[in-house]
Every structure is written in C-alpha cells, then in structure tokens.
C-alpha cells in the first residue's frame, strides 16, 4: 500500500500497546511516515516524559505546540492541562485553581471516572475537528490503561446522565467508532507475553470501545544478517579465538529469530490485522538517525501491503 | 552476588521497576527462595501474565492467600490483590458499625474510588503487604507494584488517600444545615454549583452521601496509613529495584533510585533481567574491521553480527554499571535473556539459579 493512503485511512491514529514495547518510537516513525508523503502531521503526547522530544533531537515537548520537523508539529495534552482549558472555554477560568488547590478535582475524578480521560479526548476530538493538519498521532497511555482510557467514554455516559460533559463523552463515542476519524494502531513485540496481551488488548479494544484497528506493528525484530545459518561452513578456517564467539553469535541470533518467527506465527493466528514490522536496533540512542531508518522500515513494510479496496 | 541473604533476613520486600521487566516473576522467585530456606513466604502480585498465574495457582483476584504446594521446607503463598476487597475489609475493620459499613459499600463513589482514585491500587498493595506482615503469620513478605508511571505512588499513596478523605470542603457539607450555611462561603457554593452543573448534579449528591457515610472513619484510616508508611521504612523491609538493560528501563530506573534516596529509602538488590550475552572479548570496533576486511562475504555478515552484540552489551554494561553505581552497596544481580517467559515452577526455579547463586558476574565469555 502508498504510504499516503496508509496514513490518510483516518485523520487520527491512536498508537497503544504496553509499556516498554516502543509506542513512542512507532509514534515518531509514524509521523515521519506520513509527513515524507506529504501530509501535515501532529503528535500528541498525553502522559509526558516520552523522550518523543529527544527523538527529534529537541527537549521535552510542551502544551505549546512546536515544529519538530517539516510538516511534524508535536505538543503534550495532559489530564490537567485539558481541564484547565475546559474550563476557560466555558467561562469558568477562575474555578480551575480553587479546584485543583482544594483537592476537589481528585473529588470530581472519583465521582465521574473517566472525566480526566474524557478531558484529554475531547480537546483531541477538538484538534481533529479544527482540521488544522491531515494526521494526528496520539501515543495512548501505557500499561492496561490503553483500554480504560479509550473506554472512558462509553463508562461516562451510564455514570453521568445529563450536562456539558455528557455531551463531550458523546462525541468522543461519535469519534472512536467513526473508522473515518480514528482507529487505533497496535504496537507489540515478538515475545510470548506482549503477543498474548496484544491479542488480548485488540480484542477489548473492539468489544468494549468499539473502534477501528489500522493494523499492529511489531517493534524489535532483529533484521536478517547473511551467513547466520551457514556459519559453521563459514568458520572453517577461521583461528579458534575468533571462530568460537562468532559461532556463538550467529547460533544466538538464529535461535532468537526462531522464537521471534513462532511469536509472528502465534500473533497471525491470533488477530487478523495487517501486520507491520520494525527492526531491533543495535544502537542505544534513540535520535533521529534512527528515527528516519525506522520510517524507511516502516515505509517498506506498508508498500508490502495489499491495497484492500 | 546472591540475594539469598535478603530472602533469609528480611521481613518484607517491595519489587519496584517500571512495566514489562520482569518484576512480577522476580517477586515470586524471591518468595520461593524464602520458602526453600524454611521460611512461611507469601508474594502478592498486581497484574501476572496469565501463564504465570496459572502456575502459582491464581485465578482470579482474591483477598486471602493461595497455598502452592512444592518440595521445599518451608511454605509458599500468592495472592493477586484486589484492590476494591481489600479497600473494603478495611472499611469494616473501621467502621463503628456493620450498617455504617455496609451503607459505604453501597454508595456508588464509594465503588468508583478503588477503580478511578489515582493511588488506590498502589495503596492496597502496601495495606495488604502490611495486613500480611502484621496479621497474617508470614515471615516473609514479597510485593509486586503496579506498573505506575508516577514511580513513587506506592510511597506517596497511603497520605494521599487520608488528604482526600479529610477534604474540607466535604468537612463543611457534612455539617447540620445551619451550620452549613454559616460555614460554606460563597465560593464554595459557586464551586459545587459549578460542579453540579458540568457533571449532573447526582454525581456531587453521591459524594457528599460518601463523605457523610465516612465521617468518624478519617482517624482510624490516618493512623493505619501511618503504620503502613513506618514499615516501609522499618530495617525489615528492603526495597529491591528491578530493571532491564534497555535505555527507558534504566531511566525510570533511575527515577526510582532517586525518588528512594529522597524518601530516605534505600535500594538494597539491583536486579537486570534480560541482559544479552558478551559473546567476545574483542571489542566491537575491530570486529567491525575484521566485517570490512572481509566485505562482500557471508563471514563479514558474522562479524557484523557479533560486532552488533558486542556493541550493544558493551552499552548495556555500562549503562547498568553507572545505575548499580548510583544505588551503591546494593548487589547488582544480571538475570540473561532467557529462552521462554517464565511460566511455571520449574521456570522460577531455573530463575532462582541467577538470583542466588552467582548471577552477579557479567555472562562468561565462550572460550576464555
């Protein structure tokens, strides 16, 4: 598939997985993505702390939005910082102090849970309805939270019956089940437990969200390295100090690419979605070197998709 | 380096690490090494992968302790918390009356708070380690926390819950009418309008029901929570960080350590899981010659390969070497990169091997 199609299937894609599986980097490969083919890209990052910033090679991103590169622009949406902006928006600026100095908005979140989430949702449903940009890439909250945060729509309208945020929650709702706007992008590794939880968060995602899955990425694939599965012919010859390590290599790359292979399998069988795949990366720094290679793997890995009519 | 002394001395042991590195599996390795050394262990975890669970005999959520029956001397227990029971075994030990308690289970901010109240989950695990440690016979108690970005809650948790219960606004509302009327400004009038108007008026009644529910209960939770925190920074109780080599592991690793050392705690075990192995003593700059000496060949696609993980576990060694600085003297304890998850006894046992017994020393190179 064009990677131009690929990103314009909805105006926005919501990137979730666990923690530890790379959604930040499949945030910012994605947004690469979509920006080389042209499309006006924004990230939102909801919890902070993401090293989406330094993936850029700029700091920390703020509620301000700022151009992190051609056609990329990228800002934080934070719980708090949705609230403080509701409240302006309605009229109320000079409650939001009192109400987070009296404790009384950790009284609010408990009476409505999902109020926070909620918040965070409907200024994103906001931004998507401005039109401002083609795309925007939202990296969900890690852990399970994934689920509840999507989930926190539909949880608000059984617990709260009438007002303003009744209606937020209704065209959050409007937002997540309209494949048009938003569909959710799954990141995974080829590991036994993150694969059982993809499958598990996918299908919970469906049932009790009720939205669109775009597809899942699986990060950390190590990419194919020739001789590996000749070595022992390779190493004849080879002095012994040297041929013994890079005999032990080669078998331990094999066999994890054995396990990785029967995880790719298990997650095949598991959740029919187009699967993407990004590579390990050797290197430990995430900048944007690298973040430019994973959108070239990214890029390869959607062109080896069938355009579904 | 071995944590076997750990397991035989302390009382209780708190996992912490950011999600996905292990710790749950970590928890229960420790707790059955305490059971091999004739203690009475007990681990309670938050969220195990299924198969895990299965295997220490966990199926649901419970509020007592499962026996796991093994070839060891002493006895070997797990739980998975629940967050909501345990929240409400504590309402009935407060409570002045069964009614009273009952009528606070019933109120519906009340069923809200242990799912929604940021802090719930992380306090029950440290009210059911200290139930545990305090009531429940064990010698031995090992925590797993839940996978929380804001490192610290489970510190931070007890306190805040009891702020939230003492709120004074909801101090105010609790008074006779009269009272009430003299004592709420009219900002606060405005705020609870203001509320009432943006969520539904229900949803601030349901509060209000709670707190009135609550009152007389704010003393008994204060002074639990007090206990709670003082064991956490009694001698008895060692806090173990759990981490893996990649870069945003160490980071909250990192994290952790310093949010420790500012609560005064410290770090007293260290451990890595997943390491890669060292392969090579060569270093990954010449292995990188021998590839070009050899390019266009399959042989320079092995020394790229072994350049790679040399490479990398050259950083992964020193990254881990700067953080087992930072949380010096505690042991450094370097679990591999296993096979297969870890989803049955024998699996923990085979765990067991790296935590105590030699698994401090970085894996050995092949040949040497």
């Known amino acids: 598939m064009d990677p131009a199609r690929f990103c314009s299937q909805s105006r926005l894609v919501i990137v979730a997985g666990k923690g530890g599986v790379g959604k930040t980097t499949v945030t910012a490969a994605l947004a690469v993505m979509a920006a080389r083919a042209g499309l006006r890209t924004l990230i939102v990052e909801v919890e902070g702390k993401t090293g989406l910033g330094a993936a850029f090679g700029r700091g920390e991103l703020s509620y301000d939005e700022i151009e992190l590169a051609e056609r990329i622009r990228a800002r934080t949406l934070t719980p708090d910082q949705a609230l403080l902006e509701y409240l302006e928006d309605h009229g109320m600026r000079r409650l939001s102090k009192r109400l987070t100095n009296t404790g009384f908005l950790d009284v609010v979140a408990t009476a409505a849970p999902g109020i926070k989430d909620i918040l965070v949702l409907g200024k994103v449903k906001q931004l998507e309805r401005e039109g401002d940009v083609d795309l925007i890439v939202l990296d969900a909250p890690a852990a399970g939270h994934a689920v509840t945060f999507l989930q926190s729509a539909r949880g608000l309208l059984d617990a709260v019956r009438v007002g303003p945020v009744r209606t937020q929650a ?114 430990p720094e995430l900048g944007p070197a690298e973040i430019s290679g994973l959108a070239d793997a990214l890029t390869d890995s959607v062109g080896a998709l069938e355009t579904v009519p | 380096m071995t944590l076997a002394p750990l397991t035989r001395t302390r009382r209780v042991i708190v996992c912490c690490g950011s999600g996905g590195v292990g710790k749950t599996t970590t928890a229960a390795v420790l707790a059955m090494e305490g059971a091999r050394q004739g203690r009475r262990a007990v681990v309670v975890t938050i969220d195990p992968a299924k198969r895990l669970a299965d295997a220490l005999g966990l199926h649901s959520l419970s509020n007592t302790p499962t026996r796991i029956e093994g070839d060891w001397p002493g006895e070997l227990w797990a739980l998975m918390l629940d967050t909501k029971s345990t929240f409400d075994s504590l309402v009935f030990k407060y409570a002045p009356s069964k009614t009273q308690a009952e009528g606070i289970l019933r109120n519906r901010f009340y069923r809200n708070i242990s799912a929604a109240l940021s802090g719930t989950q992380e306090y029950m695990a440290m009210e059911k380690l200290y139930e545990l440690h ?103 109780t060692a806090f173990l960080l759990v981490t893996t080599p990649r870069a945003d592991a160490l980071e909250e690793g990192r994290f952790f350590a310093a949010k420790l050392e500012e609560a005064g705690i410290p770090v007293e075990a260290l451990v890595v899981n997943r390491m890669h192995p060292r392969f090579a003593r060569i270093g990954a700059g010449t292995l990188r010659e021998r590839a070009a000496d050899h390019a266009g060949s399959d042989l320079a696609g092995l020394y790229e390969n072994l350049a790679d993980f040399t490479q990398l576990v050259e950083v992964e060694e020193a990254n881990v070497a700067e953080l087992s600085e930072r949380v010096r003297p505690a042991p450094l304890v370097r679990v591999p990169f296993l096979p297969s998850d870890v989803h049955d006894l024998e699996g923990l046992s085979e765990l067991g091997k790296y935590l105590f017994d030699g698994g401090g020393e970085p894996a050995p190179v092949p040949g040497s």
């Open chain 2, 134 to 236: 305090e009531e429940g016979g064990f010698e031995l108690v090992i925590v797993d926390t839940p996978p929380t970005r804001n490192a610290l809650d489970f510190i931070d948790a007890p306190r805040r819950l009891t702020r939230f219960l003492d709120n004074r606004i909801f101090r105010w509302l609790m008074m006779p009418t009269r009272a009430y009327l003299k004592a709420v400004n009219v900002a606060t009038r405005t705020l609870l309008r203001t509320i009432s108007r943006v969520v539904g008026a229900e949803v601030v009644q349901d509060a209000v029901a709670f707190f009135q529910a609550f009152e007389g209960m704010e003393e008994g939770f204060r002074q639990r929570a007090e206990r709670v925190l003082h064991l956490l920074s009694d001698p008895a």
């Open chain 1, 170 to 283: 209704e065209q959050v709702q409007e937002l997540l089940a309209d494949p048009a706007r938003c569909q959710v992008l799954l990141v995974t590794l080829p590991e036994e437990t993150p694969v059982n939880e993809a499958v598990e968060t996918a299908d919970r995602l469906r049932e009790r969200v009720g939205v669109h899955l775009l597809g899942i990425v699986v990060n950390g694939l190590y990419p194919p390295m020739r001789g590996i599965e000749s070595a022992a012919a390779l190493l004849e010859g080879v002095p012994a100090d040297e041929a013994e390590p890079l005999r032990a290599a080669a078998a331990f790359r094999q066999s994890r690419n054995e396990l990785q292979r029967e995880q790719l399998g298990r997650l095949r069988e598991g959740l029919a979605l187009p699967q993407l795949r990004l590579p390990f990366l050797f290197s």
